[in-house]
Nanobody, 123 residues
Framework: QVQLEESGGGLVQAGGSLRLSCAAS????????MGWFRQAPGKEREFVAA????????YYTDSVKGRFTISRDNSNDTTYLQMNSLKPEDTAVYYC????????????????WGQGTQVSVSS
């Protein structure tokens, strides 16, 4: 298992940007695919983005394509989610997740989770 800790959330106006970070502790970070999920009040947790262990493959949900970018720095065991052109509907708790092997887009395929960081976008 790998331990994960998110940071970088906050309150931002619509159109603004935030960068979330997810620091991992444990072994062989590069063997883990990483994902970002979010959960808005009263809604189910949903997939946002995922990245392979090497960083060469990424996936995004349609609503964030062109606005969000997932990346990773395997030398620092950290995954990032750069969020630009934020909208009020992006407001949610954002969670970082890890799984061994190829990236997936379903939360049930991820075995390690962070505690979440709140992102609030005002209109």
């Amino acid at each position: 298992q790998v331990q994960l800790e998110e940071s970088g959330g906050g309150l931002v106006q619509a159109g603004g940007s935030l960068r979330l970070s997810c620091a991992a502790s444990g072994r062989t970070f590069s063997s883990y695919s990483m994902g970002w999920f979010r959960q808005a009040p009263g809604k189910e947790r949903e997939f946002v983005a995922a990245i392979s262990g090497s960083g060469g493959t990424t996936y995004y949900t349609d609503s964030v394509k062109g606005r969000f970018t997932i990346s990773r720095d395997n030398s620092n065991d950290t995954t990032y989610l750069q969020m630009n052109s934020l909208k009020p509907e992006d407001t949610a708790v954002y969670y970082c997740a890890a799984r061994r092997g190829i990236p997936r887009i379903t939360q049930y395929d991820f075995g390690s989770w962070g505690q979440g960081t709140q992102v609030s976008v005002s209109s």
